[in-house]
């Protein structure tokens, strides 16, 4: 039986967490092989300055059982906008068993058409954009419609790729890499969620630029939704 091929998605200024997490997870699956895709080979820069090496670039990427897309911050805009990251998604996604995505790479599967009709989610900062490429917003950290799987923000990523393990391998096969990687979250602090979060607290992140990311990523919607 051939592998059960792992495909991600990466383009500049991607977040990190939002690939690494779900990569360090997916990678452990038996009987898969995982593949990083970009337009060329060239390192692509990730947000916080550590450079990722593709293995495969669009031109010779096999068909993908899984493909998953990371988020990011404006990177993101670049990549919705950007004819074609956009057409070899709508091409492997045509035969894959798993379309998905990661906090606001829901956006790169929504120009391409994918979120239409379904039920999704993202970075709870941007999910009132979701309706602009045609998916209903779900509150969840991971949300199945059909073959579609998003996560919401960055960190729900990890438990998107177990979510997705189970499915794929089984529970107890999940479960192993669980404790591989000794996943067993107790953060600190509580505001993690905006519903328990401070106001304080969530103001300091949106100023932290969200309101222009947002903005960015309207304009570049109404840009995408011509392409």
Known sequence: MPPFT???????DLTLLDFTGPLQVLSRLPQSATRIVAKSLAPVPSDCGLGLVPTHTFANCPPLDL??????????????????TIEFLRGQARAAKYVTSVCTGAFILGVAGLLKG???????????????????????????????????????????????????????????IQLGIEYDPAPPFDSGNPDKASAAIKSAVIAEGYED?????RAGLDKATRL
Request: aromatic share 8%; net charge negative.
């Open 6 to 12: 792992i495909g991600f998605v990466i383009f500049p």
């Open 67 to 84: 493909v998953c897309v990371p988020g990011g911050n404006l990177g993101v805009v670049d990549a919705f906008c950007d004819r074609e």
């Open 118 to 176: 379904r039920r999704a989610t993202t970075h709870w900062a941007f999910t009132d954009l979701l309706p602009l490429v045609g998916a209903r917003h779900e509150k969840a950290r991971v949300v199945k419609d059909g073959n579609v799987i998003t996560a919401a923000g960055v960190s729900s990523g990890i438990d998107f790729a177990f979510t997705v393990a189970a499915e794929i391998a089984g529970e107890t096969a999940a479960r192993t």
């Open 213 to 217: 990311s947002m903005s960015a990523y």
